[in-house]
């Protein structure tokens, strides 16, 4: 893992209201208790949203979820953090990006809501038609599948968020498939 990579407080800060969300304090507590104490630490102390965390944190973090809530279909559990934390930080810090009934309109700033996300790399938006849209991340580091399934679930959310229906992120092109590159196919209704 790069000592570099990085992500904001604010992926983290979801990811412990997504928990808390599912169980209350004693569910966080066990997920945090299948980290390490070094780990443990910032998750249990005043996280700032605008501050950069390591990318490797975050990705235990997100497989002491999985573990925890899902071990029999992990999968799922990454798409449905990616989903929730579209929904605290596009109801939040982020809402100015949302413009109901224009999905585009979302989608033209990915290449800085990547920004506020990660350290490394960028994601670019390409429109494909009226209902559909590419974005491609070039230059991230560390990818691992399950954070590409938050990021699917994110842009789910995302889209459905500004006004989106029947909404399908497809991920044929995948880096920690062995990929240059991350491509997420986005359509909806």
Known sequence: MS?????????????????????????LESVL???????????RGMLLVTSSYPLSLNLRLDAAIASELSPSDP????????????????????????KMGDPHHLLSFTEAIYGYYYSAGKRTYLKTGPQSAVLTTEGAQDVTPADCLTVSGWYERALELSGAGEVRVEHPVCKARGASRCEYHCSWQ
């Open 75 to 98: 999968d799922r559990v990454f798409r449905d953090m990616g989903r929730a934390s579209a929904e605290v930080n596009l109801s939040g810090p982020q809402r100015l990006f949302v």
């Open 3 to 27: 000592s570099a990579a990085q992500v904001k407080g604010t992926i983290l800060a979801a990811r412990l209201a997504f928990i808390r969300a599912r169980g209350g304090d004693a569910l």
């Open 33 to 43: 208790k299948r980290l390490s104490l070094e780990d443990q630490k910032p998750l």
